[in-house]
């Protein structure tokens, strides 16, 4: 009778082990791509050589560039217009927080990060936007940071001693994200003779908010201007390129988010 008893119990046991381990098996859901792909980009961005390289690829390539463009006769003050986020600041350590808290970005945590004033540099550019001013062409940064952000990105700036680092050089995000209108201000006072970015947008009002066959398009097209007067540097955390995924309806829920990507990704 124990050893019967015995035998039961350790049944019963096995079953509930069963049942216990299937349950918590449905409940664990995948980490999310909006949320930890973003991760994976981080640590690309933080440690892979190859990211430095194709920095310093991009700036290299401005200086031949700008260099060709002094040699000629110009008829108003010459200037570059430059995005300022991974750009020319590396925000990557934003990008790591949020994703072990497995949040998707906002406004409000984004502002928490450049309080802290503590972005490292975009390698190659410092130093290119320090020898662009060196021969008297103006830097100016356009940006879709918030105004509200004014004072620490200025004091991010002005510690690593970028050019031009003042009210009047900076432009912030006051309307909506297209940057169009605000080169075009600039364009009024001096010829723009490279722009810099890592996101399509930052280079014409053609790319902005486009559908993805759109951008390809776009991006076809304008071939000859990319390492010519367009000057892109790598970003696989975020842009466009993903919101241009799901349509850009950012207010999604990041499961769904997910299910459009997948599905609309080749495999085999």
């Known amino acids: 009778m124990r050893i019967k008893y015995s035998i039961a119990i350790c ?21 999310s791509l909006v949320t930890q792909g973003p991760l994976w980009g981080a640590v690309w961005q933080q440690k892979a050589s190859e990211y430095k390289a194709l920095c310093f690829q991009a700036y290299n390539t401005a200086r031949l560039q700008l260099d060709m463009i002094l040699k000629e006769p110009q008829d108003k003050p010459l200037a570059l217009v430059t995005d300022i986020d991974e750009t020319i600041l590396d925000n990557s350590p934003y990008q ?12 409000s945590s984004w502002i928490v990060w450049t309080k802290r004033v503590d972005c490292d540099t975009v390698p190659g550019g410092l130093s290119f936007f320090q ?14 940071r918030l105004e509200e952000e004014r004072e620490q990105t200025l004091k991010d700036l002005q510690r690593w001693n970028f050019p031009d680092a003042t009210n009047d050089h900076l432009i912030l995000k006051t309307a909506g994200s297209g940057k169009g209108p605000r080169r075009d201000k600039v364009a009024a ?5 490279m722009l810099f970015g890592d996101n399509l947008s930052d280079f014409s009002s053609v790319f902005d908010k486009k559908p993805q066959d759109e951008r390809d398009n776009q991006t076809r097209d304008n071939a ?7 000057i892109v540097l790598p970003n696989i955390m975020y842009g466009d390129w993903e919101g241009a995924l799901y349509n850009y309806r950012h207010a999604l829920p990041a499961g769904q988010k997910d299910s459009i990507i997948t599905a609309n990704l080749r495999k085999y």
């Open 11 to 31: 049944v019963a046991a096995l079953v509930i082990s069963c049942k216990v381990q299937r349950s918590t098996s449905t409940n664990i859901t995948s980490p």
């Open 96 to 107: 790591v927080h949020s994703s072990l808290k497995n949040e998707e970005y906002s406004d």
């Open 131 to 144: 020898y662009a001013k060196s021969k008297g062409v103006s830097v100016f940064y356009i940006t879709n």
């Open 189 to 193: 006072n001096y010829k723009i003779v």
């Open 224 to 230: 000859a201007m990319f390492g010519s007067k367009f």
